[in-house]
C-alpha cells in the first residue's frame, strides 16, 4: 500500500500508531480516543505520520493543545521524524430526538433553570457564542415568551423578515442566527398570553424560522417546571438538556425539579452549569464563594450526570450583556471566555457522546439512588 505522496505505509507502525493514539484520553467527554472513534486515519509512512482526526465537537480552542499531545504520541512510534495531523469537526444527529425535526438543526440542546434568576439567558447568550468560536454553526432561540432578553443582551432591535411563505429570516447577531418573541411582540403583550397560547407561540418561533445549517441549536427555554415547560420539553425535538443552577440550596431544589422533568420526558441531561458561583473580588482578586460551594458539584454526584462547568459572579459578566455585547464577544481572551468555551466543548462533547449511545448515559435517564429501598442502610 501506498500513501498520498508514493511513500509505502509502513502496515506494522501504523498499527502501532493507531493503538497509541486510541489510548489518547478525551477531556471533554472522558472517552479514549478509540472509543470515541476520533481518529480517521494514522498511517507511518517512512519517517512521517499522517494522522487525521475527526472530533464530534467544536474544539477550536483545544486543537493546539490536542494537536501537541497527538504529535508526541506519534514520536513515541520508533523512527517517527514528522507528525502531520489535521483535526476536523462534524456534529452528531441527535438519534433519540422525539418529534418532528426541525429544518436546517442538526442538534437542539435546551438550556432550563427550575426558577429565574439564576442567569439562564446569561449562560444560553455566552454558550450560544461559545460554541460559534469554537467553530460551530449555531442558532440561539429565546423561548423565554415572558420574560424575553436575547435581543436586549445582543444588542438586536431588527424585526425579522418574513417570507412569502410565512416563514422567518432569523436576526443575526454576533455570527449567531437568533429568534425571540421579543424581536415580534412588545414584552406588555405576551405577558397576558396564557400557558397553550404561549406554547404555539412557541412552536412557531421554533419551525417558522428558517434555520440555516446549524450544528446547534441554543433553546433558552422559559424558568420553572409548569405546564408550559413541561409541553415543551415534550414537544420540541431536544437532543440533551442543560441545566443552569446557582449553589443555593433553594435554587438546587429547583434545579433537582427541572432535572425530574426532562427525565420524564425522556430528555437526557447532557449535565449542569453552575452559575454566580463564587464571586472574585476586583480590588483584592480573592474568591469569595458567596452563595456556598460544591452545589453544582453534590447535584452532578446525585444525579450521575457532569458539572460541566462553573461560572463566577462578576460585574463584567452583568456589564457586558447590559450593554448588548456579551462577555465572550467583547473579551475574547479573557479567563470567563475561557471559561465558556471550556463548558461548551465539554456540553458538546458529551452529547456526541450520548448520540452515539457508548456509555451507560443512554436510555432513559432514570436513575435509581444508592441505598434505595434498602431500609438498614
Ligand atoms: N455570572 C454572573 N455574574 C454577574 N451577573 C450575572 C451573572 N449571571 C447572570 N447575571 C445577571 O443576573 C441577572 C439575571 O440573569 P438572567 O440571565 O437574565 O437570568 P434568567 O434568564 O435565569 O432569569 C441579569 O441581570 C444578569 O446580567
Ligand atoms: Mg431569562
Redesign the pocket.
Known amino acids: 500500500m501506498f500513501g498520498l505522496l508514493g511513500k509505502k505505509i509502513d502496515t506494522a507502525k501504523s498499527t502501532l500508531l493507531r493503538t497509541a493514539l486510541g489510548g489518547l484520553i478525551d477531556p471533554h467527554n472522558h472517552q479514549s480516543f478509540a472509543v470515541a472513534g476520533f481518529i480517521e486515519r494514522a498511517e507511518v509512512l517512512g519517517d512521517t505520520a499522517e494522522i487525521d482526526v475527526v472530533l464530534d465537537y467544536p474544539a477550536a480552542g483545544y486543537d493546539v493543545e490536542l494537536t501537541a499531545h497527538i504529535e508526541q504520541t506519534a514520536r513515541t512510534i520508533d523512527g517517527v521524524k514528522t507528525v502531520k495531523t489535521t483535526i476536523a469537526f462534524v456534529s452528531p444527529i441527535g438519534s433519540r430526538q422525539q418529534g418532528k425535526p426541525v429544518p436546517g438543526v442538526r442538534n437542539i440542546i435546551a438550556v432550563a433553570?427550575g426558577k429565574?434568576?439564576?442567569?439562564?439567558?446569561?449562560?444560553s447568550v455566552n454558550l450560544a457564542l461559545a460554541l460559534a468560536a469554537e467553530g460551530a454553526r449555531v442558532g440561539l432561540l429565546d423561548a423565554?415568551i415572558y420574560?424575553p432578553?436575547q435581543p436586549l443582551m445582543l444588542g438586536t432591535k431588527a424585526t425579522p423578515t418574513v417570507r412569502d411563505d410565512r416563514s422567518m429570516q432569523p436576526i443575526m447577531a454576533y455570527g449567531l442566527q437568533t429568534m425571540s418573541i421579543g424581536y415580534l411582540v412588545d414584552d406588555k403583550q405576551a405577558m397576558v398570553w396564557r400557558g397553550p397560547m404561549a406554547t404555539s407561540a412557541l412552536m412557531q418561533l421554533l419551525n417558522d424560522t428558517r434555520w440555516d445549517d446549524l450544528d446547534y441549536l441554543i433553546v433558552d427555554m422559559p424558568?420553572g417546571t409548569g405546564d408550559i415547560q413541561l409541553t415543551l420539553a415534550q414537544k420540541v425535538p431536544v437532543a440533551g438538556s442543560v441545566i443552569?443552577t446557582t449553589p443555593q440550596d433553594i435554587a438546587l431544589l429547583d434545579a433537582r425539579k427541572a432535572i425530574s422533568m426532562f427525565e420524564k420526558v425522556n430528555v437526557p441531561v447532557i449535565g449542569i452549569v453552575e452559575?454566580?458561583a463564587m464571586h472574585i473580588c476586583s480590588n483584592c482578586g480573592q474568591v469569595e464563594p458567596i452563595f456556598g460551594t460544591g452545589g453544582g458539584q453534590k447535584l452532578a454526584h446525585e444525579y450521575f450526570v457532569e458539572l460541566l462547568g462553573s461560572?463566577?459572579?462578576?460585574?463584567a459578566?452583568?456589564r457586558d450583556?447590559?450593554e448588548g455585547k456579551p462577555t465572550v464577544v467583547r473579551s475574547p481572551d479573557s479567563p470567563i471566555t475561557q471559561s465558556y468555551r471550556e463548558t461548551a466543548r465539554k456540553m458538546a462533547a458529551i452529547l456526541g457522546r450520548m448520540v452515539r449511545g457508548s456509555d451507560d448515559l443512554d436510555g432513559p435517564n432514570i436513575i435509581v439512588e444508592e441505598g434505595d429501598g434498602d431500609a438498614g442502610d
Open positions: 433553570s429565574g434568576g439564576v442567569g439562564k439567558s446569561t449562560t423565554d420574560g432578553s424558568p443552569v452559575n454566580m461560572l463566577p459572579l462578576d460585574l459578566i452583568r450583556l447590559d
